[in-house]
């Protein structure tokens, strides 16, 4: 392989046409450039110079090697860039969440897009178990999960608390253990997990979500509340899914008397270097969910 430092002292040398000045613009000896010119002979089994007193014209071999010598120093020098150079609004940033957080996470994500059009999001919605296996496989750059992970490559750290919600028709005004019975139970992928965490330690009747009849399921976390809101059900969700339920007024969200929230983690992979762009998302994240 070429000694980029010797290719680097040829082109210098035929740009400025004189080896004395040569040596001052690379900080050397006259005879330092002449030998890196004749070590790039001896590689290459070619003559490149015909010197003339203390002048030079290029042989073909010569003009060839700076020409295309230049454009190897320049990618050397591009490249010298882009690797010290680390922009915290530019790249393409991936994050996963379950579906309630990205319901209010990736609007306020596309934002920040808008004010930085060189930051790229790419936002996928996915349950726990496919999000810690995106991280722990680089496949993305940040997974946001509401349980602890049983991978060792991932790296979770507590960022905020989600509350759980008992949604019912906008008809119930104080829901009773029997009026949840009567309306039924709108399923959805983390219905029964969701509902046994809040409606345990406020119904002492309730013992698993099979107790009620299914009256509905939806794994598209955005339709959930639509048969709640035309009274077929009640269910139960995160916050931020009902937050963003277009028809509020349809439907009635209930405080307990002991509220359940879930825990919310920022995953990343344990042993992966985080660019300034992906530090930048972090920041928004927090802000986002911590309402600072």
């Given at each position: 392989m070429i000694n980029p430092v010797w290719l680097r002292s040829f082109c210098t040398l035929v740009e400025v046409g004189h080896f004395t000045r040569t040596a001052d613009i690379l900080n050397m000896?006259?005879?330092?450039?002449?030998?890196?010119?004749?070590?790039?002979?001896?590689?290459?089994?070619?003559?490149?110079?015909?010197?003339?007193?203390?002048?030079?014209t290029l042989t073909g071999a010569g003009e060839r090697l700076y020409k295309e010598g230049q454009a190897l120093l320049l990618s050397f020098a591009n490249l010298e860039k882009q690797i010290g150079?680390?922009?915290?609004?530019?790249?393409?940033?991936?994050?996963?969440?379950?579906?309630?957080?990205?319901l209010k996470l990736y609007p306020h994500l596309l934002q920040l897009q808008a004010r930085y059009p060189r930051l790229i999001i790419e936002y996928r919605f996915a349950p726990n178990h496919e999000i810690e296996r995106l991280i722990a496989e680089h496949k993305v750059d940040l997974g946001l999960m509401t349980c602890v992970s049983t991978l060792g490559e991932v790296?979770?750290?507590?960022?905020?608390?989600?509350?759980?919600?008992?949604?019912?028709?906008?008809?119930?005004v104080e829901p009773s253990w029997a009026q949840l019975m009567a309306l039924g139970f709108v399923d959805h992928p983390d219905?029964?997990?969701?509902?046994?965490?809040?409606?345990?330690?406020?119904?002492?009747?309730?013992?698993?979500?099979?107790?009620?009849?299914?009256?509905?399921f939806s794994n598209q976390i955005n339709m959930i509340l639509e048969p709640v809101s035309m009274g077929l059900g009640f269910t139960v969700l995160p916050r931020y899914a009902v937050a963003a339920f277009a028809g509020a007024e349809k439907v009635n969200v209930h405080p307990l008397m002991h509220p359940v929230s879930e825990t919310l983690y920022m995953g990343t992979h344990l042993r992966k270097f985080a660019p300034n762009c992906v530090n930048t998302v972090i920041?928004?994240?927090?802000?986002?969910?911590?309402?600072?």
């Open positions: 000896t006259q005879s330092g450039v002449s030998q890196h010119v004749r070590k790039l002979e001896e590689y290459l089994a070619t003559p490149l110079l015909m010197r003339q007193g203390k002048g030079f150079r680390d922009p915290s609004h530019e790249g393409v940033v991936k994050v996963a969440s379950p579906g309630s957080v990205g790296k979770l750290t507590p960022i905020a608390d989600e509350a759980l919600l008992l949604v019912t028709p906008a008809a119930v219905g029964a997990y969701h509902a046994g965490q809040l409606l345990s330690v406020n119904f002492p009747e309730f013992q698993h979500s099979s107790q009620f009849k299914r009256s509905g920041s928004e994240i927090e802000t986002c969910l911590q309402g600072r």
